[in-house]
C-alpha cells in the first residue's frame, strides 16, 4: 500500500477500450510508468478529472497485474468527461478503499460461484482473474453473467477466449431477449441461476442492478444456499471513500470504511435501507 491512500497522485491513461456501447475500460498508470499502488479484489479508487469532479469506481484489473483498469458506464458528468478522454491524457487518482474480497482466506480451497449482471461485472472481474491467476487455490469456478443485448456483455472477447476454455470454469451467458446473432441462454440472471440449479456447497460473489440481486439471492435461498454464503459489494454507495460525508452511513457502519464487500447476513443486522 502507499503510504497515504488520502493524497491524489497524478496518473496517466495509457490504454483506452470500448467494451459497449456505454461502457469503456481506462487503463491506469503513475507518470513514472509504474502501478500507482496496491489493492486487493474488490477495492475501490477515486478517479478525478481536475476541475470536473470525482468518482469513486472498482478496480477492475487483478492485483496480480502491474497496472490498475477501471470499466467505467457513461452515467453522469464525470463519466462523460472521462469517455472523452484520449490515451495520454492525465487524471489524479486516490486509493486504494476498502475491505475488498477474503480471496486468501474465506474463499480459499472453495467452489466459487460468481453472478453478475451488466456493468457489474466489473468489481468481480478483479476477483475472476485473481482466482484464475492462483487457480490451484481454489475449486471449480462457475460464472452466470447476462445482460441486457449481446452488444452490452463487458468484457465479452476476453470471457469467449480466454474464461471459456480453462479447465475448471465454466461460464453460464444470458441476454434479456433473443437476437439474430445469439445463439445463447435467454432470460433474466435470476431465473438463469434457478434453472441452472447449482449445488449449495458453493460460495457465492454477486453484483449487478439492486433488483437483480434481490431476486437471484431469493432463488438461491430456493435452491438451499444460506445468505451467509453470499457477498456483494456496495461501492455505489460511497462518496467521499473517508468515513467523513456520511453519505454511506447504515445503521453503525460506514460502507467506506466497514465494506464495500458484505456478506448478507452481515447485512442482515443493518437497517433496511440498503
Not at 12 to 40: C, E, N
Not at 73 to 101: D, S
Amino acid at each position: 500500500m502507499r503510504p497515504d491512500p488520502l493524497i491524489p497522485m497524478v496518473g496517466v491513461v495509457t490504454m483506452i477500450r470500448t467494451d459497449t456501447p456505454d461502457v469503456k475500460t481506462f487503463r491506469v498508470l503513475g507518470v513514472d510508468g509504474t502501478k500507482p499502488f496496491l489493492h486487493i479484489p474488490g477495492q475501490c479508487a477515486m478517479l478525478s478529472v481536475p476541475g470536473v469532479g470525482e468518482a469513486l469506481f472498482s478496480i477492475t484489473s487483478s492485483p496480480t497485474e502491474d497496472y490498475l483498469d477501471f470499466s467505467i458506464k457513461k452515467c453522469g458528468c464525470v463519466t462523460e468527461w472521462l469517455h472523452a478522454m484520449e490515451v495520454g491524457q492525465q487524471i489524479t487518482i486516490r486509493g486504494p478503499y476498502g475491505n475488498g474480497f477474503p480471496v486468501d482466506t474465506d474463499f480459499a480451497g472453495k467452489d466459487l460461484l460468481f453472478i453478475a449482471g451488466g456493468i457489474g461485472l466489473a468489481p468481480l472481474h478483479s476477483v475472476i482473474n485473481y482466482c484464475r491467476h492462483y487457480r490451484d487455490k481454489y475449486g471449480k469456478i462457475d460464472i452466470v453473467y447476462g445482460s441486457r443485448s449481446k452488444a452490452d456483455l463487458v468484457d465479452f472477447p476476453e470471457i469467449t477466449e480466454e474464461w471459456c476454455k480453462e479447465d475448471g470454469i465454466h461460464v453460464h451467458l444470458t441476454i434479456d431477449n433473443a437476437q439474430d446473432d445469439w445463439d445463447g441462454h435467454v432470460g433474466f440472471v435470476p431465473n438463469y441461476v434457478k434453472e441452472l440449479g447449482f449445488d449449495t456447497d458453493k460460495t457465492v460473489v454477486m453484483c449487478g442492478p439492486p433488483i437483480m440481486i434481490k431476486f437471484t439471492l431469493a432463488g438461491l435461498q430456493e435452491l438451499g444456499f444460506r445468505r451467509e454464503q453470499v457477498y456483494t459489494t456496495m461501492e455505489l454507495r460511497m462518496k467521499c471513500a473517508l468515513g467523513k460525508c456520511g453519505r454511506c452511513n447504515i445503521g453503525d457502519k460506514y460502507v467506506c470504511k466497514d465494506g464495500p464487500v458484505f456478506r448478507f447476513d452481515q447485512l442482515d443486522t443493518l437497517p433496511d435501507e440498503y
